[in-house]
């Protein structure tokens, strides 16, 4: 059972977002304040930020006491920091994120966090009806994005109308028992979480959201793409039978990844039931 107004934390990840983020963390801090009964704290994640997004972070911090960050100089990736940020889970009763950029507006993540006791984990869509999409995404990009979910469909069977929106919102519960399982760093990330979830018998609940797309997108797609489709193929295959013969490969998907520049996958991925 969920307390009538759960503490919330919030997880941003950020990479050289001192451009972005500073308005956004303020308009989160003033608006749950304003809006929200239980505990609030938003934890920036950054990571290999070669730009001044820590002292922006700081300077909204020293306003808003809410406001914290965490910062790993390795190139982690999206989902390592979001890896990272979620062993905070044990601290809080709802744990979220969102792009630092403001696509997620602070009053579409209350409502995410309104419908968490309705489900483990509640994430946003843009394709569910009801959804409202300000889109400025290249054409090049909604084309990747579409045919990046048939084939994401076609492997996991997730029944997720956008696995890759970035505003989602779990349990602590539900983080907790799943969190040893997490080890993809790009952005399919996602895929690993809400796939570990979905294997673990968690609920998981698609709400229809408001999207804004903001220019200056933290992520290439042209490598990048390469390396979010080997992510997921490679999650695919854990679960298979076939993986203990794949171990010889291992070395070749090192290099790729090195080559592509992504973030490599954390080792292990043994420790899930
Ligand atoms: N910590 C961290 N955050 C990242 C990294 N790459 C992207 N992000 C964050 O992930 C979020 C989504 O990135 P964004 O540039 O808005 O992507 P897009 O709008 O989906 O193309 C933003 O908050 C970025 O700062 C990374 O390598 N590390
Ligand atoms: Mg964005």
Known sequence: ?????????????????????????????????????????????????????????????????????????????????????????????????????????????????????????????????GSILHQSQSKQRQVFSRLFHVFVQFLFRLNITDTQCGAKVMRREAVEKIHSALRIADVAFDINLLFSLKRNGFRILEVPTEWTDKLGSKIKLNKGALGIILSVVRLRLFYSPFYPWLRPLRPLEAWIYRKLRAPQPLPGLTSEK
Request: charged share 20%; hydrophobic share 45%.
């Open 1 to 129: 059972m969920l307390k009538a107004a759960p503490d919330l934390l919030l997880l941003i990840p950020a990479y050289n977002e001192e451009q972005r983020i500073e308005p956004v963390l303020r308009d989160y801090a003033r608006f749950f304040r304003q809006n929200y009964a239980g505990k609030f704290k938003i934890v920036v994640v950054l990571n290999g930020c070669v730009d001044g997004t820590l002292g922006v972070v700081r300077r909204a911090a020293a306003d808003f006491p809410e406001i914290s960050a965490l910062d790993f100089p390795a190139p982690i990736g999206k989902g390592g920091a979001l890896i990272e940020g979620l062993k905070l889970a044990p601290t809080t009763d709802l744990i979220g994120y969102v792009d630092a950029d403001g696509a997620t507006a602070p009053v579409a993540f209350l409502d995410l966090v309104r419908h968490c006791d309705q489900a483990d984990c509640v994430i946003g869509s843009r394709w569910l009806p």
